[in-house]
């Protein structure tokens, strides 16, 4: 049997979690789980001592933040977890490829140390 | 007996949820040269936005000026944010349309994610102004450079894909936006939400990140 477009999403695509999701609500929760996201970095902002991110956990928990939120979109957003694996080999090259030339240029201007803006 | 000539599945047979679904097209990869382009762009964007970023790390201590953070308005910002955020929503919803072909629905949701692409773009536009106001022009500091140079160039991305998303909804009214036409806005999307994806990055980096 084939699968149209006005089926609802085959809960095996969602790992047997949900049943009978359309796909518009799938859409609906990944932005709700976006948002809930936003909230917390924010909150890292407007709480700044609570334990999970006091000090040094400040940064790896923003990190963290945004590299979910990043892959999401990407994933789910932009259908990659759904097509082509070309597709996602592409864009990783890119942003591989991107990652570590940056990586490299900032670890030549030393900003790994403390006086780097000097 | 009569036997189809091909096998091709449509848009029509295809769910693009399903596990490896999509649509064959007449190329060695079977993805359309139009989409494999886009993505292509999007890589190459990748190394764009990482260049800018980069600059912005190491410039984000300002020798002279006002510092990042006593210029910042984060809630105003985290506003924005969510709106940018909510704009990717309202596109893959008018990507989801057109895929059922309801292209009057189709043309709603692309009229919203180019009305709250707008308002992002005001917001900017409204902030830079103040920042301004507050004696940080483009040439104040080196922080102040990297800095326009990246939301600038985040604010044209924006301003292309509203463009984009307006000449989609004029191409559809004509009828010019057929369902076999449908990957159009998928790839006018893919360009939305790396614009999406691009701001999650610098909203964390150079907003949140203390320097």
Request: proline fraction near 4%; charged fraction near 15%.
């Amino acid at each position: 049997m084939s699968i149209t477009s006005h089926d609802d999403v085959p809960t095996t695509v969602l790992d047997g979690a949900v049943k009978d999701y359309s796909r518009d609500k799938v859409y609906v929760l990944t932005a709700i789980f976006l948002a809930a996201l936003t909230v917390i970095e924010v909150l890292t902002y407007a709480a700044p001592d609570f334990p999970v991110w006091s000090d040094k956990l400040l940064i790896p928990v923003l990190m963290i933040l945004m590299a979910i939120k990043f892959f999401t979109i990407v994933y789910i957003f932009m259908h990659l977890k759904f097509d082509k694996p070309i597709l996602t080999r592409i864009f990783y090259m890119g942003l591989v490829l991107a990652v570590l030339v940056y990586l490299a240029m900032l670890s030549t201007f030393r900003i790994w140390f403390d006086g780097h803006h000097n | 007996m009569a036997e189809t000539l091909t096998s091709r599945p449509t848009l029509a047979d295809a769910d693009v949820h399903q596990a490896n679904a999509h649509i064959e097209h007449d190329t060695n990869t079977g993805i359309s040269n139009t989409k494999l382009g886009m993505w292509l762009f999007l890589a190459s964007e990748c190394l764009l936005f990482g260049g800018l970023i980069t600059t912005y790390l190491l410039y984000k201590r300002p020798l002279e000026g006002p510092t990042p953070h006593e210029i910042f308005d984060i809630p105003f910002t985290s506003t924005s944010s969510f709106v940018l955020l909510m704009s990717s929503l309202t596109m893959v919803l008018a990507v989801s349309a057109i895929e059922r072909g309801e292209h009057q629905r189709m043309r709603v949701w692309i009229g919203a994610t180019a009305a709250l692409g707008a308002t992002f773009l005001a917001g900017q536009i409204y902030e830079f102004t103040v920042f301004v106001r507050e004696g940080l022009g483009f040439t104040t500091s080196r922080f102040s450079s990297a800095f326009y140079t990246l939301t600038g160039f985040h604010g044209i991305h924006v301003t292309v894909g509203i463009i984009m998303l307006v000449s989609i909804v004029l191409l559809s009214l004509r009828g010019k936006v057929p369902e076999h036409k449908a990957e159009t806005v998928e790839i006018v999307g893919l360009y939305w939400h790396f614009v999406d994806v691009v701001w999650v990055v610098i909203f964390a980096v150079v907003y949140l990140i203390p320097t």
